[in-house]
């Protein structure tokens, strides 16, 4: 079994645990749970669902990969018990249900809005490829730290073989060559992952706090973390162009 397939298959059956009745930190994830602890409006919510990932994993022929933070403020409407995803997870596996972009459905929009977490990401993956009908259900994203919070208050510094296992190994599966990490936190991890220093990504780019750096991964991919102050999410159009330009997509 690949490391991609054994993914799928363990949170299929840990949220298939969450939805059952059995809500909390199973002994497997307790290390992944416990290296974060926020306070205040960064306290972890566990009365949501995890969600250490969302887009389509098998069968996406040509995905863009993007990694954040954590899936952000809990929405009991939708992720707790009795909520709109939630029920639908009832009838759908973990990994069929993160396939259906469920954060551009009609259901989320209708009540909630437009998603700007995941519009910066629909529009990130057009500039950069050069492709405005780039087809959403091409996104797939991967989260630091699965749970829920409304903010990111304390250091943020899971296990390596925790992100080696739960991320970036099953990554190593999919036909990428780049995969794109937004945030701070993601600068720690190829260190605690044993992995060289990387190089700076030399760009000339609009936002002067800008940093970016680029590691090689085992599976031969291209980790590109990327992070300015005070924003955790992808590149606006004038530095997407210029990461385009950096890594030979120009």
């Known amino acids: 079994m690949t490391a991609l397939a054994a993914l799928v298959d363990f949170w299929d059956e840990e949220i298939d645990r969450w939805v059952s009745g059995h809500a909390g930190v199973s002994d497997r994830l307790q290390p992944w749970f416990e290296s974060y602890r926020g306070r205040g409006h960064g306290e972890v ?3 949501a669902f995890p969600e250490p990932y969302t887009g389509r994993l098998i069968g996406n022929s040509t995905p863009v990969v993007m990694l954040g933070l954590n899936p952000g403020a809990a929405v009991p409407r939708f992720q707790a018990p009795g909520g709109v995803f939630f029920e639908q997870l009832k009838t759908l596996r973990y990994s069929e249900w993160a396939a259906t972009v469920p954060y551009a459905s009609k259901e989320w929009e209708s009540i909630a809005g437009p998603n700007r977490f995941y519009q910066n990401r629909f529009a990130f993956a057009r500039r950069l490829l050069g492709e405005p009908n780039w087809s959403i259900a091409n996104g797939v994203y991967f989260e630091l730290y699965p749970y829920h919070s409304s903010g990111v208050n304390a250091s943020m510094e899971p296990p390596g073989d925790v992100i080696r296992e739960f991320v970036l190994d099953p990554i190593g599966d999919l036909d990428t060559q780049h995969v794109f990490a937004f ?9 605690r992952i044993g992995l060289p220093p ?18 090689s991964l085992p599976s031969g991919q291209d980790l590109i973390v990327m992070a300015q102050n005070g924003y955790a999410g992808p590149p606006g159009a004038g530095d997407t162009e210029a990461l385009a330009r950096a890594i030979g997509l120009r």
């Open 198 to 215: 990387g190089r700076v990504l030399s760009a000339k780019w609009e936002i002067p706090s800008r940093e970016a750096r680029i590691y």
């Open 45 to 47: 919510r566990l009365d």
């Open 183 to 191: 945030g701070k936190p993601w600068f720690s991890v190829p260190a």
